[in-house]
């Protein structure tokens, strides 16, 4: 499955025969629930629909969400 990295895992994505799935992790699920109520999610998975546009900018939003997540990671690390 492909894997976005950087300074850890950011997200995963995969297609399937009746949906995308976007794998950003039980934070990045959370962090944006109040978003995906129209789509199919479970802890740290969001599934979008093949018969309809995909929102780029909600994915965008969720990817730029685990990137500040990791880089703040990084940062408390390098304190310790």
Not at 5 to 33: E, M
Not at 35 to 61: E, H, N
Request: glycine share 6%; net charge positive; no cysteine.
């Amino acid at each position: 499955m492909p894997a976005f990295k950087l300074n850890g895992y950011l997200v995963n994505y995969a297609a399937f025969k009746d949906h995308l799935s976007l794998f950003p992790g039980s934070s990045g699920v959370r962090k944006f629930k109040k978003y995906l109520r129209k789509y199919k999610w479970l802890k740290g998975t969001v599934q979008f629909s093949l018969t309809k546009p995909l929102q780029l900018g909600l994915v965008r939003k969720i990817v730029r969400f685990r990137l500040k997540e990791n880089l703040a990671k990084r940062k408390l690390a390098k304190k310790d």
